[in-house]
């Protein structure tokens, strides 16, 4: 193990491991703001910090994200940027907030990171955890699916927090798995 805690060095254990705190505490945050707990501030305050952590981790990782599974997860960085700039948006659309936009928000993080899962999961070499990575992935895009029912429907209000905790533990068994690989 190394005890070099230089700067490179803590920034590159922070990109590796980060995600493995910041997912589920992502989708614990959006759940409770979903249920009401959570005010309009403090996720607008949210948006704009994960604009920010997207946007360096993107730049940080770009060089190691190249090759592999590696490359469709630069693409969900990327592309998820520009999902949570939409729900960021949302705050100032006419001087309120947009829900089909923090819908849309919502709907592009189950999405992205499902589908990468997925992929992660099928890319993954046999006699490796690739099955975590699958499930996980199928459980974030049920949890699209049971989200996108509830959003669209009043009376299966319930569908809403269900959607996004099938989404958290698909995507957290999935982080929590590629953590533990590295």
């Known amino acids: 193990m190394s005890t070099d805690y230089g700067s490179a060095t ?17 989708w614990t945050f959006v ?26 981790f993107a730049v940080t990782s770009y060089r190691d ?13 990327v592309l ?10 949302s705050f100032f659309v006419d001087g309120q907030v947009s829900t089909a936009m923090q819908t849309a928000t919502v709907a592009g993080w189950m999405l992205l990171p499902g589908v990468a ?7 993954t070499p046999d006699g490796g955890a690739g099955w975590v990575y699958t499930a996980g992935g199928l459980g974030s895009l049920a949890g699209l699916v049971v989200y996108l029912a509830g959003a669209s429907v009043v009376e299966t209000a319930l569908a809403l927090p269900v959607g996004l905790t099938l989404t958290n533990l698909g995507q957290t068994a999935g982080i929590l798995n590629a953590v533990v690989a590295d």
């Not at 998820?80 to 948006?89: E, M």
Request: zero cysteines; charged letters at 10%; a positive charge.
């Open 10 to 26: 803590v920034s590159r254990r922070l990109r590796e491991n980060g995600p493995g705190v910041l997912v589920p505490l992502a």
């Open 31 to 56: 759940t409770a703001a979903h249920l009401g707990l959570v005010g309009t501030r403090p996720v607008l305050i949210a948006h704009l910090v994960m604009d920010v952590l997207l946007a360096a």
């Open 65 to 77: 994200m190249q090759s592999g599974v590696l490359r469709a997860w630069l693409w969900v960085i």
């Open 80 to 89: 998820g940027f520009g999902v949570t700039l939409v729900g960021t948006a």
């Open 117 to 123: 899962l997925v992929y992660t999961g099928v890319e």
